[in-house]
């Protein structure tokens, strides 16, 4: 009977903290709502108070139109290229650092992960100028691998990844060893298995870290051809700052491929950074 007296309080509980999600969930998306909601209404004006959350009418003809005018094809080409190129050597090198981090004992392991903390603090600004000269001086500007080169590691993927190896069974590369596998096969083909979600983790984040790259591709590209799509609509902003359709119904082509990609991919997302904080 005491139970019976506690379930609607209970049932309400839970219809009170499931709307406050919901409606929390509605304010975080309010920006993309908003920016959609102009892309379908040509003429529209943005800055009207309220702000249209919710379109009046629905029209593609912002998109068709602002399709034809830029190459979608080749900038979304060229967003995928840097993306999969910053994916890969940021999920390799992060996993060749952190492994011997986590695994070896030597003199000043913990003094050096602790200065690679230390340098999160510093702004990603602060070394443009240090990328800048260092890309020049390798004869790589104009070329994406100038763009993914800077940030084909980051600290904050070697501390995850450190995580995650350190919640490896220390049998596993004993047993390793006990075979006669080098150090390099023991990470290649034992430890990289086991730290797949975080690994998974790594190349979301980094993925949509390259795709949303507006500013550093713009510095180190000589061919405007070769932009990403996030620098390529700087275009519409320049060429035709007065239609906020054309460039709302641009800002969603160019982000639809990172939603679709978080869809897939947020199972292991969870698994990873779940996986590095027990770690």
Same mark, same amino acid.
């Given at each position: 009977?005491?139970?019976?007296?506690?379930k609607?309080?209970? #049932?309400l /509980?839970?219809?009170?903290?499931y709307?406050a999600?919901?409606l929390f969930? !509605?304010?975080?998306?309010?920006?993309?709502?908003?920016?959609?909601s102009?892309?379908?209404m040509?003429g /529209?004006n943005?800055f009207?108070f @309220?702000p249209a959350?919710?379109?009046?009418?629905i029209?593609?003809d912002?998109?068709?139109?602002v399709?034809n005018?830029m190459d979608?094809p080749?900038?979304?080409?060229?967003? %995928?290229i !840097?993306? %999969?190129m910053?994916?890969?050597?940021?999920i390799f090198?992060?996993?060749?650092?952190?492994?011997? %981090?986590a695994v070896f004992?030597f003199k000043?392991r913990?003094?050096i992960?602790?200065?690679?903390?230390?340098?999160?603090?510093?702004?990603?600004?602060?070394?443009?100028?240090?990328n800048?000269l260092?890309? /020049?001086?390798?004869?790589?500007?104009g070329g994406?691998?100038?763009v993914?080169?800077?940030s084909? !590691?980051?600290v904050?993927?070697v501390?995850?990844m =450190?995580?995650a190896f350190?919640?490896?069974p220390?049998?596993? =590369?004993d047993?390793?060893?006990?075979?006669?596998?080098s150090?390099?096969?023991i990470w290649l083909?034992?430890a990289?298995p086991i #730290?797949k979600?975080a690994?998974?983790v790594?190349g979301l984040l980094?993925?949509?870290g390259?795709?949303?790259s507006f500013l550093?591709p713009?510095?180190v590209?000589?061919?405007?051809?070769?932009y @990403?799509i996030?620098?390529?609509?700087s275009f519409?902003n320049?060429?035709?700052?007065?239609?906020?359709?054309?460039i709302a119904?641009g800002?969603?082509?160019?982000?639809?491929? !990172?939603?679709?990609v978080?869809l897939?991919?947020?199972r292991?997302?969870?698994e990873g950074v779940?996986?590095?904080v /027990?770690g």
């Open positions: 009977m005491h139970d019976m007296r506690k609607p309080f209970r #049932v /509980k839970l219809l009170l903290l709307g999600l919901l969930a !509605i304010f975080m998306m309010g920006p993309f709502l908003w920016i959609f102009v892309s379908l040509p /529209k943005v009207s @309220p959350i919710f379109p009046t009418f029209d593609f912002n998109y068709v139109q399709w005018y979608f080749r900038y979304l080409t060229n967003t %995928l !840097i993306a %999969l910053g994916v890969v050597m940021n090198f992060s996993c060749l650092t952190a492994y011997p %981090l004992r000043g913990d003094l992960f602790t200065l690679l903390v230390a340098t999160m603090i510093i702004p990603a600004a602060a070394g443009m100028v240090v800048y260092t890309v /020049k001086a390798l004869g790589l500007m994406f691998i100038a993914v080169l800077p084909a !590691i980051t904050f993927n501390f995850l =450190r995580q350190m919640g490896m220390h049998e596993l =590369r047993s390793g060893k006990v075979d006669g596998a150090e390099f096969r083909q034992l990289l #730290v979600p690994i998974a790594i980094e993925f949509m390259m795709w949303n550093w713009m510095i590209l000589n061919d405007t051809k070769q @990403p996030a620098s390529a609509l519409l320049g060429q035709f700052s007065y239609n906020f359709g054309w119904a800002t969603v082509i160019s982000v639809v491929p !990172i939603i679709i978080f897939f991919t947020q292991y997302y969870m779940s996986g590095a /027990k």
